[in-house]
């Protein structure tokens, strides 16, 4: 795994060795007026209208109750309801569902995520993603690092943020996956991959993805195929208490079913369908995406027999989008 720091190319150098190839940075949402528009105008002035780094901006809009699409349309980007895309395949709330679906809708080889609620942040954040894709062959999956404050502006604390970072997913990847441990932030939401690794990959529908991602990349290419790159300082807006308890159970359970021979303790509700999915008894989902729904693990194949029509995997993730075929051939 290589280390890299955001200010090792300069954004001539990375326009010039991507040539022809397609760009796509991807913003996942939910109920994020207050800060989208922000996102994808800033970037799309400093990398699309400047500079030719960035082929297209795509919002998937994950339910939300707010302005979120209009806001983010009116800023330029391109705007999908994530319940609408691939229809045949079902929905399901969550940021990995969003992340997924995102495949059906872009162009790019390459695709950058960012999270949507970003408070203190600059657009160096995409070049410095796309410099090891871009230059170096070998890397399929990019992560960002950054000094994570808790809050921002003047009440900030500095490095007191990633609580769900540093109380479960760190520790969990020094104990199950310890080819990980060099990973600083390995939950971070700005991070870049191939797409030809990341339509191979299973993906979970909630907050696992990023950690789900990087276990089965480095169990498919090996650890060479991983670097990040340090992008400074990062803040956003950060949840409730009770809300990190629903995120922090997802990571577990998608890290316990990676590593083999442990109990997730994720059943199917006695009151819900096959999927397993049931709402959380503590989670609102007022704001930010849905952290209560989750997959059961007893899935025994890809399925589309739910009420809901989801096509889920053994694990309850989304299957590698290369294998789900187009609507026209599902059709």
Same mark, same amino acid.
């Given at each position: 795994?290589?280390?890299h720091?955001?200010r090792?190319?300069?954004?001539?150098?990375?326009?010039?060795?991507?040539?022809?190839?397609?760009?796509?940075?991807v913003?996942?949402?939910?109920?994020?007026?207050?800060?989208?528009?922000?996102?994808v105008?800033?970037?799309?002035?400093?990398?699309?209208d400047?500079?030719?780094?960035?082929?297209?901006?795509?919002?998937?809009?994950?339910?939300?109750?707010?302005?979120? @699409?209009?806001?983010?349309?009116?800023?330029?980007?391109?705007?999908?309801?994530?319940?609408?895309?691939?229809? &045949?395949?079902?929905?399901?709330?969550?940021?990995?569902?969003?992340m997924?679906?995102? %495949?059906?809708?872009?162009?790019?080889?390459?695709?950058?995520?960012?999270?949507?609620?970003?408070?203190?942040?600059?657009?160096?954040?995409?070049?410095?993603?796309l410099?090891?894709?871009?230059?170096?062959?070998?890397?399929?999956?990019?992560?960002g690092? @950054?000094?994570?404050?808790?809050?921002?502006?003047?009440?900030?604390?500095?490095?007191?943020?990633?609580?769900?970072?540093?109380?479960?997913?760190?520790?969990?990847?020094?104990?199950?996956?310890? &080819?990980?441990?060099?990973?600083?932030?390995?939950?971070?939401?700005?991070?870049?991959?191939?797409?030809?690794?990341?339509q191979?990959? *299973?993906?979970? /529908?909630s @907050?696992?993805?990023?950690?789900?991602?990087?276990? &089965?990349?480095?169990? =498919?290419?090996?650890?060479? =195929?991983?670097? %990040?790159?340090d992008l400074?300082?990062?803040?956003?807006?950060?949840?409730?208490?009770? &809300?990190?308890?629903?995120?922090?159970?997802?990571?577990?359970?998608a890290?316990?079913?990676?590593?083999?021979?442990?109990?997730?303790?994720?059943?199917?509700?006695?009151?819900?369908?096959?999927?397993?999915?049931?709402?959380?008894?503590?989670?609102?989902?007022?704001?930010?995406f849905?952290?209560?729904?989750?997959?059961? *693990?007893?899935?025994?194949?890809?399925?589309?027999?739910?009420?809901?029509?989801?096509?889920?995997?053994?694990?309850?993730d989304?299957?590698?989008?290369?294998?789900?075929? /187009?609507?026209?051939?599902?059709?």
């Open positions: 795994m290589s280390t720091h955001w090792d190319w300069s954004l001539e150098e990375l326009v010039e060795v991507k040539g022809e190839r397609v760009v796509s940075l913003v996942p949402a939910r109920n994020e007026a207050a800060t989208v528009g922000d996102v105008s800033r970037v799309r002035s400093a990398l699309v400047t500079v030719a780094l960035l082929d297209e901006i795509v919002v998937i809009d994950s339910d939300s109750t707010d302005a979120t @699409y209009d806001v983010a349309t009116d800023a330029g980007a391109v705007v999908h309801r994530a319940a609408e895309i691939r229809p &045949d395949l079902g929905t399901v709330p969550g940021k990995g569902e969003a997924w679906k995102a %495949q059906f809708v872009t162009r790019g080889e390459l695709l950058v995520f960012m999270d949507a609620d970003l408070l203190d942040w600059d657009t160096h954040f995409v070049p410095g993603l410099g090891p894709l871009l230059t170096r062959p070998e890397v399929q999956l990019v992560k690092f @950054y000094e994570r404050p808790l809050g921002s502006g003047s009440s900030a604390v500095p490095f007191e943020g990633g609580r769900v970072t540093e109380l479960v997913a760190r520790p969990l990847i020094r104990l199950l996956f310890p &080819d990980l441990a060099g990973l600083h932030q390995p939950l971070a939401g700005e991070w870049a991959v191939r797409r030809s690794l990341w191979t990959l *299973s993906v979970p /529908t @907050y696992a993805v990023e950690l789900a991602s990087l276990v &089965d990349t480095v169990r =498919a290419h090996g650890l060479e =195929a991983i670097a %990040q790159v400074g300082t990062r803040a956003h807006r950060h949840q409730a208490l009770r &809300d990190l308890s629903g995120m922090a159970e997802q990571i577990m359970a890290a316990f079913a990676r590593a083999g021979g442990f109990e997730t303790g994720l059943r199917p509700s006695s009151t819900t369908g096959p999927t397993g999915l049931r709402p959380s008894s503590t989670t609102g989902g007022e704001s930010g849905e952290t209560g729904l989750r997959p059961s *693990s007893t899935t025994d194949q890809a399925t589309t027999d739910s009420p809901e029509g989801v096509l889920l995997d053994e694990r309850g989304r299957p590698p989008a290369v294998s789900v075929g /187009t609507e026209e051939e599902k059709a």
